[in-house]
């Protein structure tokens, strides 16, 4: 098992920036992959970035490519996603997500955290 928990989100303007943070416990020996998801409010929730075990393969959702950045610190168990040129469109509840394996994946996690809220005013 794998414990996610997800911290950095907030209410920022149109343009600014936020930096996600999602500390991993438990099971975290073993190479998991990770990712991060979004729900807006009335839709369903959509594949954000993904990035692989040693951090150097990343995915990201057409929308969010050069404005996004997905990275890990393995010593630290934690991902980050850094979030620039925020857009009123970004707001959701964001989710970091975890599954077993070394690749980059846009689906089929098995652990997920409680999500956080991003909400970008215009």
């Known amino acids: 098992q794998v414990q996610l928990d997800e911290s950095g989100g907030g209410l920022v303007q149109a343009g600014g920036s936020l930096r996600l943070s999602c500390a991993a416990s438990?099971?975290?020996?073993?190479?998991?992959?990770m990712g991060w998801f979004r729900q807006a409010l009335g839709k369903e929730r959509e594949f954000v970035a993904a990035?692989?075990?040693?951090?150097?393969?990343?995915y990201y959702k057409d929308s969010v490519k050069g404005r996004f950045t997905i990275s890990r610190d393995n010593a630290k168990n934690t991902m980050y996603l850094q979030m620039n040129s925020l857009k009123p469109e970004d707001t959701a509840v964001y989710y970091c997500?975890?599954?077993?394996?070394?690749?980059?994946?846009?689906?089929?996690?098995?652990?997920w955290g409680q999500g956080t809220q991003v909400t970008v005013s215009s």
């Open positions: 438990g099971r975290t020996s073993s190479s998991y992959a």
């Open positions: 997500a975890a599954t077993a394996g070394v690749g980059v994946y846009t689906g089929g996690y098995d652990y």
């Open positions: 990035i692989n075990w040693s951090g150097d393969g990343t």
